[in-house]
C-alpha cells in the first residue's frame, strides 16, 4: 500500500511518485537536529507500508546459524544504542553539477539531499554475532521488499557495505528518529543506518540481511551509485563498471544567505554545515565574498556527535551590489574541497563536493524595500 510522507510545507519536490523531496537551504538551517518532517526523502520505488507484527528479518549466508527475528524479539534480545548521524545522499549538491554540464534523467538535488537524526536501535553488530559471521564474510548484504522501476532489471532496493564497517559500533537497525517510531517513509518498522556512508547505504525497511564473500549483486550496488569516468559512454555502461560509492567525501554548504537573496547593507551573516564522511572531522571552514581575495575562518559550532554534519557561521562585510559567497571546508586528513564542478563533473551525477556559493545583492535600505515589494505596495 501506497504512503505519502507528512513533510513540512514548502518543501522541493523533485518527484511525487516515488517520493523525492527537500528541505530548501532556510529549513535546513533552523535546528542541527533535523525535525522528522523537514528530513529529505529518497526513494526509488513506492514507500511500501510494512506490517510491523508480521514483519520478520533474516540474517543468512555465511553465517553459523541463519537467525530470523520478530521486532519484538529485535528489541528483546540486544542492547539499545543511539547514535546521531547524518544522511546524505549522493545526488545531494547534483545542480551545482547539471550547471556545469547536464545530467539527463536525473534529480537536480540542490543542498538539502542531507539531514540529521537521532536514531534509536541495536547494533548491526550485535545481531551479526548471534548469528555468527563465517570467516570469509566479506560484505553484508541488504534486501528490501520496494520494487524500484527505474533499476536493470526491475527489483526491489538493496546495497551492501564491507564487514568492517558493518561490525563497527556506529552501524544500528534502527526504529526510532528523533525519538519517535521511525515514519514509514523514513522506513518502518526497520531500516540500516551507516554513519558516515552515503545515504544509499542505510537501507529503509530491511527484511534481509546476507553475509556473503562479495559485494551485493543488487543494481544498486552493481549499476547505480558508482563513480564513473566523466568520458563513460553512459549507453555502453556495464554493471560493476566505476567504483561502488560508500565513505562520504568533505562537503559543504551554505545554507543562509539564499541564493539569490537581496539584503540590506552592514555585516552579512552566513551560515551552512560542513560534513567529512566516515571517520573524518570538519576542522575548518573558510569563506570569501571577493572571489578568494580574502578568506575568513568561520565559527565551527559544537558537532551533535562524530557521525553528523557541523554547522558554522560567520559575518561578513560586503560591498554594495551583486556579490558572491563562496565557502571550503577542511576535515582532519587536510584534504580541503576541490575548487570547481569540472574537477568531480561524473555521468550520474555523484558527490558534488566543489565548493558552495551563493550570490547575494547587498543594497541601501531603501532599495531592499523596492526589490522586496517590487509594486511599491
Ligand atoms: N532504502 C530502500 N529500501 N529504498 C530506497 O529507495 N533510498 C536510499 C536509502 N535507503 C532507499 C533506501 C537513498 S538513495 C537514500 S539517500 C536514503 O535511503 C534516504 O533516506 P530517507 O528517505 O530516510 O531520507
Redesign the pocket.
Known amino acids: 500500500m501506497q504512503s505519502t510522507p507528512v513533510k513540512r510545507p514548502g518543501m522541493i519536490v523533485h518527484e511525487q511518485e516515488p517520493y523525492n523531496a527537500e528541505p530548501p537551504r532556510a529549513a535546513l538551517a533552523e535546528h542541527v537536529i533535523t525535525p522528522v518532517e523537514t528530513?529529505?526523502?529518497?526513494?526509488?520505488?513506492t514507500i511500501p507500508r510494512l506490517d510491523a507484527t508480521s514483519w520478520r528479518l533474516r540474517i543468512d549466508g555465511l553465517v553459523e546459524q541463519p537467525v530470523e527475528l520478530s521486532l519484538d524479539e529485535l528489541q528483546t534480545r540486544f542492547a539499545h544504542h543511539e547514535v546521531t548521524a547524518t544522511?546524505q545522499?549522493a545526488g545531494n549538491r547534483r545542480a551545482g553539477l547539471m550547471a556545469y554540464r547536464d545530467i539527463p534523467g536525473q534529480h537536480p538535488w540542490g543542498a538539502g539531499a542531507t539531514?540529521t537524526a537521532v536514531w534509536r536501535g541495536v547494533r548491526l553488530a550485535d545481531v551479526l554475532t548471534a548469528a555468527g559471521l563465517a570467516p570469509g564474510a566479506t560484505d553484508i548484504a541488504f534486501e528490501?521488499p520496494?520494487i524500484?522501476p527505474e533499476a536493470e532489471p526491475t527489483q526491489a532496493?538493496g546495497g551492501s557495505i564491507p564487514t568492517i564497517k558493518a561490525t563497527a559500533p556506529e552501524v544500528l537497525l534502527a526504529w526510532e528518529m528523533n525519538g519517535e517510531p521511525l515514519s514509514t517513509a523514513?522506513?518502518a518498522p526497520v531500516r540500516v543506518v551507516v554513519p558516515g556512508f552515503i545515504?544509499?547505504r542505510?537501507?529503509?525497511?530491511v527484511e534481509r540481511i546476507t553475509a556473503q564473500d562479495r559485494p551485493s549483486q543488487n543494481f544498486f550496488q552493481q549499476g547505480a551509485y558508482r563513480l564513473l569516468p566523466a568520458d563513460t559512454d553512459t549507453e555502453r555502461i556495464q554493471a560493476g563498471d566505476g567504483v561502488a560509492l560508500g565513505p562520504v567525501a568533505l562537503n559543504s554548504e551554505i545554507l543562509t544567505p539564499d541564493d539569490g537573496e537581496h539584503l540590506a547593507a552592514g555585516p552579512v551573516v552566513v551560515t551552512g554545515y560542513a560534513f567529512a564522511g566516515d571517520d573524518r572531522e570538519v576542522v575548518r571552514v573558510d569563506v570569501t565574498a571577493d572571489g578568494g581575495a580574502t578568506w575568513v575562518q568561520a565559527d565551527l559550532e559544537a558537532q551533535p556527535s562524530p557521525w553528523s554534519w557541523r554547522f558554522w557561521h560567520t559575518s561578513l562585510h560586503v560591498p554594495a551590489g551583486p556579490v558572491q559567497i563562496t565557502a571550503r571546508a577542511w576535515d582532519s586528513t587536510a584534504a580541503v574541497q576541490p575548487e570547481h564542478p569540472a574537477t568531480v563533473w561524473n555521468p550520474k551525477g555523484y558527490i558534488n563536493n566543489s565548493w558552495p556559493t551563493v550570490t547575494v545583492t547587498v543594497v541601501a535600505d531603501n532599495d531592499l524595500r523596492d526589490a522586496e515589494s517590487p509594486e511599491g505596495s
Open positions: 528530513f529529505y526523502g529518497r526513494n526509488h520505488g544522511l545522499c539531514s528490501a520496494d524500484a532496493y523514513h522506513g545515504g544509499a542505510s537501507v529503509k525497511w
